[in-house]
């Protein structure tokens, strides 16, 4: 999984709480992305990030926040859960090679977030 | 809301068959991407096609892309019980770095 680890890998947590998911890669990748997988919806993008401190809102970021305060670590926090966050929850990475963006995205292997 | 979309939507084939599975999409384009994700894990990049590309290789993966039809398909050759997954979808617009994938066809392939 092109040295993207995911924690923790399944989580349960109940309506309310607050939620932090890590994403951490050792390819030393300057993009990198949270996406949400539902059944009937394919993958939707939370936010991601195109560089340290640099991050911008996706498709479905209502409820989320994100921060990358080092180029390796990508934070995913559900301030307070509800159970329509119930999810898999994919980090991806993609390089800057020479300054231009690669676009092909290498993925984590997901984490299982159930809101009860 | 979803740029790319599969179809179909779930696709049964004998093991030596040929599979092909179809993207349409509603805004122009940078590239084109095919990924392939069995049960349980994460995405896996296939293959990516520009959009000034219409026809691409890798293996016994071929994708097409028609720009003016706003669609891509994605066609596997002497298709093996491990090829069984869901495939997407996603493409890439403008200059923001961002992918938008599609639902997914889920492919079966019976040994």
């Known amino acids: 999984d092109a040295g993207i680890t995911q924690s923790p890998r399944h989580k349960v947590t109940e309506t309310g709480t607050p939620v932090t998911l890590r994403c951490h890669q050792t390819?030393?990748?300057?993009?990198m992305y949270w996406y949400r997988q539902d059944p009937g919806h394919g993958l939707r993008l939370i936010h991601y990030?195109?560089?340290?401190?640099?991050?911008d809102k996706g498709e479905v970021s209502d409820g989320y926040s994100v921060s990358r305060s080092k180029t390796e670590d990508f934070l995913l926090t559900l301030e307070s859960a509800t159970s329509s966050q119930t999810s898999v929850y994919f980090c991806?990475?993609?390089?800057?090679?020479?300054?231009?963006?690669?676009?092909?995205?290498?993925f984590g292997p997901g984490t299982r977030l159930l809101v009860l | 809301s979803q740029q790319g979309e599969e179809d179909p939507q779930a696709l049964s084939i004998q093991e030596g068959e040929n599979a092909t599975m179809n993207c349409s999409y509603k805004?122009?384009?940078?590239?084109l991407q095919w990924y392939r994700q069995n049960s349980g894990r994460g995405l896996v990049h296939l293959i990516l096609?520009?959009?000034?590309?219409r026809e691409k290789h890798s293996g016994r993966l071929r994708v097409t892309l028609d720009t003016s039809k706003k669609s891509s398909s994605l066609l596997i050759t002497a298709s093996r019980a491990a090829d069984t997954a869901s495939y997407f979808c996603?493409?890439?617009?403008?200059?923001?770095?961002?992918?938008?994938f599609g639902k997914g066809t889920l492919l079966t392939v019976n040994p």
């Open positions: 990030s195109y560089g340290v401190k640099d991050t």
């Open positions: 096609i520009r959009s000034n590309e």
């Open positions: 991806a990475i993609s390089e800057s090679v020479a300054g231009a963006y690669q676009e092909t995205q290498y």
């Open positions: 805004t122009s384009i940078n590239n």
């Open positions: 390819e030393n990748h300057r993009y």
């Open positions: 996603a493409t890439e617009s403008g200059s923001n770095y961002k992918l938008t």
